[in-house]
Nanobody, 123 residues
Framework: QLQLVESGGGLVQPGGSLRLSCAASGSALDYYTIGWFRQAPGKEREGVSCISSSGGSTMYADSVKGRVTISRDNAKNTVYLQMNSLKPEDTAIYYC????????????????WGQGTQVTVSA
């Protein structure tokens, strides 16, 4: 059974960068489309980005487009989310999951959630 663990979050100043990692175990990652979600305090969880199993197709939420890049290394069983030009509104817990990704708004998680990784953007 696929298990995913997020890491790489932290405290960063506005304009800074972070790279989040989503490491898989229990199953080969390359069977799955993987998506990143985030949940800010008091808000619903929202889709951020997704990447197809081969890495050939990606999608991004409008709120992060141009600032965020999703990638994957199937040999390392890891998906990455490179986040640049971070803003305070990016502050949230970030989660990864195997997904069906029709659109970012219709990204459907498959399986259970991990603990996520906290990203805080603050001066």
């Amino acid at each position: 059974q696929l298990q995913l663990v997020e890491s790489g979050g932290g405290l960063v100043q506005p304009g800074g960068s972070l790279r989040l990692s989503c490491a898989a175990s229990g199953s080969a990652l390359d069977y799955y489309t993987i998506g990143w979600f985030r949940q800010a305090p008091g808000k619903e969880r929202e889709g951020v980005s997704c990447i197809s199993s081969s890495g050939g197709s990606t999608m991004y939420a409008d709120s992060v487009k141009g600032r965020v890049t999703i990638s994957r290394d199937n040999a390392k069983n890891t998906v990455y989310l490179q986040m640049n030009s971070l803003k305070p509104e990016d502050t949230a817990i970030y989660y990864c999951a195997a997904v069906s990704c029709f659109t970012i708004a219709r990204m459907i998680p498959l399986g259970s959630w991990g603990q996520g990784t906290q990203v805080t953007v603050s001066a």
